[in-house]
């Protein structure tokens, strides 16, 4: 199982790439390091951690599936991380002598979380530093950290070699979540930003993510891997977090 990555604390969003450098050495890298120690020792199955919850292309409509085209024009930011990603679900889905599964998950809540009770996230919203940009039309996924790890041992145990969006059945805008997450945990309305003014003070990546990325179907995982998140929304991950 290949969880590996080297995130602490919020990334900046305006050096996206180089935030994300160390983890995207792991990606490739670390990767190719594993696949050969598993091949040495005769592994059958490997399962690697992937994303959802902005590769996917910004066209079409709001809700990707597994078979949908990933972006070809991320932001000139997040190229290397972009294409880190490539690179780790093409490498193990391309192992033929494995069976190679990626897992691509929403973004994560909960406790340990960015977005957990003491987390940096939930304290910028508390704080009105996380503001909505443009129109808050990009979609996101989110997935609570212990259906992510559910979803992982099934995994393991089952499910034919390939890729699948591990997240809830509640794709929401940011429009939509980001102010009932504030109301959930007694926050202020977020502040709302012009999209020109967003990309100015925190880059573009952020503010493609709060206003073009597009969410992600889960039917393949629950088909496949038999598996249903506990928390099927956000809206009540969220609110059992606040109580």
Do not use: C
């Not at 790439?17 to 091949?39: K, P, Q």
């Not at 909505?132 to 979609?139: I, Q, R, S, T």
Request: neutral net charge; glycine residues 10%; aromatic residues 10%.
């Amino acid at each position: 199982m290949h969880q590996l990555t080297a995130l602490s604390g919020a990334p900046d969003m305006r050096h996206f790439d180089r935030a994300f450098a160390t983890t995207n050495r792991l990606r490739t890298e670390g990767t190719d390091h594993l696949l050969t120690a598993a091949r040495a020792v005769g592994v059958r199955r490997f399962v690697a951690q992937s994303f959802a919850g902005w590769p996917f292309a910004r066209t079409g409509g709001p809700v990707k599936t597994e078979e949908d085209p990933l972006d070809p024009t991320p932001p000139d930011t997040m190229r290397h991380t972009f294409g880190a990603i490539r690179y780790l679900e093409d490498a193990v889905t391309g192992a033929d002598w494995i069976e190679g599964v990626v897992l691509r998950y929403g973004f994560f809540y909960g406790p340990g979380t960015s977005l957990g009770a003491d987390g940096e996230h939930v304290e910028s919203i508390r704080k009105r530093r996380f503001p909505l940009v443009g129109d808050g039309g990009g979609v996101w996924s989110f997935i609570q950290i212990d259906d992510a790890a559910q979803a992982t041992v099934a995994a393991v145990e089952r499910g034919r070699p390939g890729i699948y969006n591990i997240v809830d059945d509640d794709p929401a805008p940011l429009a939509q979540w980001l102010p009932a997450v504030a109301s959930t945990i007694g926050a202020k309305p977020p502040r709302r930003l012009p999209r020109w003014l967003g990309r100015l003070l925190a880059g573009e990546p952020a503010t493609a993510m709060m206003t073009e990325v597009r969410g992600a179907s889960n039917a393949k995982a629950k088909r496949e891997l038999g598996w249903r998140p506990s928390h099927a929304s956000w809206r009540e991950g969220f609110a059992q977090l606040a109580a």
